[in-house]
T-cell receptor, first 112, second 111 residues
Framework: GQNIDQPTEMTATEGAIVQINCTYQ??????LFWYQQHAGEAPTFLSY????GLEEKGRFSSFLSRSKGYSYLLLKELQMKDSASYLC?????????????FGTGTRLTVIP | DVKVTQSSRYLVKRTGEKVFLECVQD?????MFWYRQDPGLGLRLIYF???????EKGDIPEGYSVSREKKERFSLILESASTNQTSMYLC??????????FGQGTRLTVV
């Protein structure tokens, strides 16, 4: 099965940097995704890592270490609109259809 | 833009009713998924489909069934709705290795 862990809640200050960690255990790893979800809305795709290393996309970066089963999402120059839940998801090719399994999400609150 | 459309944003149904949640995607994606999202539990996979007429159980299929008669449409069926099925239901579609695209969600309340 899949076991995906991330912190439940985090708080950070506007303009600062925050790192949201995710650890996972899966038998057929085939990529890790980060999604953003504002309250009452659908998740939207942020980033994808399948090889080790850092992927940068504007203010957001995501890192993956497959040997450690570990990823993080880095948000720089935080803005109030970044207050949302951030979902870590792992793709597992052994379960068919390359299923996407989600952690419970990290609710980030950005304060002035 | 990829579009995944769920038929209803909000639904209220009575216990014991048969409920249909419809999902349509316009990107010719092979894979389609149904999740439910509950506070503290995250997104949990109910059923998925990787081809027309193909369906596989996810982590929590009990009380649900699905139908995929056409590639673009994936329906979730609650055979006899119960109060513990009150939840946010999210449909998603993807290519084999791409990110999943989500519909806007259906908030179902069973009374």
């Amino acid at each position: 099965g899949q076991n995906i862990d991330q912190p439940t809640e985090m708080t950070a200050t506007e303009g600062a940097i925050v790192q949201i960690n995710c650890t996972y255990q899966t038998s057929g790893f085939n990529g890790l995704f980060w999604y953003q979800q504002h309250a009452g809305e659908a998740p939207t795709f942020l980033s994808y890592n399948v090889l080790d290393g850092l992927e940068e996309k504007g203010r957001f970066s995501s890192f993956l270490s497959r040997s450690k089963g570990y990823s993080y999402l880095l948000l720089k120059e935080l803005q109030m609109k970044d207050s949302a839940s951030y979902l870590c998801a792992v793709r597992d090719h052994q379960t068919g259809a390359n299923n996407l399994f989600f952690g419970t999400g990290t609710r980030l609150t950005v304060i002035p | 833009d990829v579009k995944v459309t769920q038929s209803s944003r909000y639904l209220v149904k009575r216990t014991g009713e048969k409920v249909f949640l419809e999902c349509v995607q316009d990107m010719d994606h092979e894979n389609m998924f149904w999740y439910r999202q509950d506070p503290g539990l995250g997104l949990r996979l109910i059923y998925f489909s990787y081809d027309v007429k193909m369906k596989e159980k996810g982590d929590i299929p009990e009380g649900y069934s699905v139908s995929r008669e056409k590639k673009e449409r994936f329906s979730l069926i609650l055979e006899s709705a119960s109060t513990n099925q009150t939840s946010m239901y999210l449909c998603a579609s993807s290519e084999e290795v791409s990110e999943a695209f989500f519909g806007q969600g259906t908030r179902l309340t069973v009374v």
